[in-house]
T-cell receptor, first 113, second 114 residues
Framework: AQSVSQHNHHVILSEAASLELGCNYS??????LFWYVQYPGQHLQLLLK??????LVKGIKGFEAEFIKSKFSFNLRKPSVQWSDTAEYFC???????????FGTGTRLQVTL | EPEVTQTPSHQVTQMGQEVILRCVPI?????FYWYRQILGQKVEFLVS????????KSEIFDDQFSVERPDGSNFTLKIRSTKLEDSAMYFC????????????FGQGTRLTVV
C-alpha cells in the first residue's frame, strides 16, 4: 500500500536553528513529491514540489528538499527558521497524471523566540 | 491570485442529516478532489473527479458520499446520512493540466456532527 512516513511528530526549535524534517514514502514506481504547510487556521499551501530533474528543489520562504531515490526520501530543510515558520508540515506524493495525494501524518513545528 | 473557495467554513449538523459541502475550484482547473482531516490525524483522500466523473475514490468514500459538478463552476460533496465519525475538516482541491502541476487547496469546511 502507498504510504508516507514522517518521523518527527512535534519539533521545537529556537529561532535561527536549522531544520530538517524527515519524509519517506512507500511506492515502487515514479512519484511526484510535495511538501505542504498549514499555518494555524489556514489552508494547505504548497512549499515545494518535485516532479523530475534536479533532486534538490527549492521552495518558498527559504525551504528546500532533496529527493534521494535510493532511500525513498524527500527531507525538508531550512538553514535558519523563523518564528513565523510555526506550522504543521505535510509531506505527500502522487503518481500518474491525475492521481490523488497521499499524505504523511504531519510534523508540528514550533519555533520559539 | 486565484484560489479555491469553500462554503460554509463551519457546519454543525445532527446525526442522520444530509449535508452538502460546496467548493468553487480555480476556473481553468480540470481535476478536482475532496480530502478530509479528522482532528489530530492526517489528511486523507476521499475522491477525485475529472471530465464529469469520479476517477478514483478511497474506501472512506462509500455509498453515503457523492460528488457533483452541477453547473461547471461548483463542485459539491454530499454526505447522505451523517455519522458522528464524519466530523472532520473537509478540504476541496483542484489542479490544472498538464502533469507537473500541484493541487491548490481551499480553506476547508469544518463539519461537526452532533
Amino acid at each position: 500500500a502507498q504510504s508516507v512516513s514522517q518521523h518527527n511528530h512535534h519539533v521545537i526549535l529556537s529561532e535561527a536553528a536549522s531544520l530538517e524534517l524527515g519524509c519517506n514514502y512507500s511506492y515502487g514506481g515514479t512519484v511526484n513529491l510535495f511538501w505542504y504547510v498549514q499555518y494555524p487556521g489556514q489552508h494547505l499551501q504548497l512549499l515545494l514540489k518535485y516532479f523530475s530533474g534536479d533532486p534538490l528543489v527549492k521552495g518558498i520562504k527559504g525551504f528546500e528538499a532533496e529527493f534521494i531515490k535510493s532511500k525513498f526520501s524527500f527531507n525538508l530543510r531550512k538553514p535558519s527558521v523563523q518564528w513565523s515558520d510555526t506550522a504543521e508540515y505535510f509531506c505527500a506524493f502522487s503518481t500518474g497524471t491525475a492521481s490523488k495525494l497521499t499524505f504523511g501524518t504531519g510534523t508540528r513545528l514550533q519555533v520559539t523566540l | 491570485e486565484p484560489e479555491v473557495t469553500q462554503t460554509p467554513s463551519h457546519q454543525v449538523t445532527q446525526m442522520g442529516q444530509e449535508v452538502i459541502l460546496r467548493c468553487v475550484p480555480i476556473s481553468n482547473h480540470l481535476y478536482f478532489y475532496w480530502y478530509r482531516q479528522i482532528l489530530g490525524q492526517k489528511v486523507e483522500f476521499l475522491v477525485s473527479f475529472y471530465n464529469n466523473e469520479i476517477s478514483e475514490k478511497s474506501e472512506i468514500f462509500d455509498d453515503q458520499f457523492s460528488v457533483e459538478r452541477p453547473d461547471g463552476s461548483n463542485f459539491t460533496l454530499k454526505i447522505r446520512s451523517t455519522k458522528l465519525e464524519d466530523s472532520a475538516m473537509y478540504f476541496c482541491a483542484s489542479r490544472a493540466p498538464p502533469r507537473d502541476t500541484e493541487a491548490f487547496f481551499g480553506q476547508g469546511t469544518r463539519l461537526t456532527v452532533v
